[in-house]
């Protein structure tokens, strides 16, 4: 199969300068603050964004040195196979966050509940829309022991490289 090549379209820029200490998703990091630089050649694919509250960013791991197939993930003591976790040391590093959508100014959108370390590189940006991306869930799998722990939890530091 030929290999596939994405180029980011911008920079994610946070309070968080290392993985370490940085909320594991979104809504453990709520209210914190971040913004998002655009690349000049880019900035017209934002129109009509800004009528949405929500966006979905889609960006790659750049700070994963050694992809993993079994983890032992932030929120378990126990080992899980990379696709049945969120953590990001995978074979295509790509990270996907739904944050809330402030404003925007010519290439800067401003945006809150952040759990991206800073420098990140954004690979695309999609419109959240609750009635498209909302679903009815059954179960969560190990998690279902484990999701009241993602308030107090937060990067260790565990997947990035030495």
């Known amino acids: 199969m030929e290999e596939i090549k994405y180029k980011p379209i ?3 820029r946070t309070p968080f300068k290392q993985p370490k ?3 594991i998703q979104p809504k453990a990091g709520k209210d914190v603050e971040g913004k998002i630089e655009i690349f000049n050649q880019y900035e017209s694919g934002l129109k009509d964004l800004e ?3 929500h966006i979905i960013l889609i960006y790659h791991f750049h700070l994963v040195k050694e992809p993993k197939l079994v983890v032992k993930p932030y929120m378990d003591d126990e080992t899980h196979g990379i ?4 953590a990001p040391a ?3 590093p790509i990270g996907i966050s739904v944050v809330r959508l402030i404003k925007i100014e010519k290439n800067i959108l401003y945006i809150k509940d952040v759990d991206i370390v800073d420098g990140t590189p954004l690979l695309d940006i999609k419109p959240y829309v609750g009635e498209f991306d909302i679903r009815e869930i059954e179960r969560y799998g190990w998690l279902e022991k484990n999701v009241h722990k993602l308030e107090s939890s937060r990067d260790d530091g565990r997947f990035v490289g030495k």
């Open 10 to 12: 911008g920079i994610i």
């Open 21 to 23: 200490g940085t909320p």
């Open 51 to 53: 009528g949405f509250s």
């Open 83 to 86: 696709f049945a976790t969120r």
């Open 90 to 92: 995978r074979p295509n």
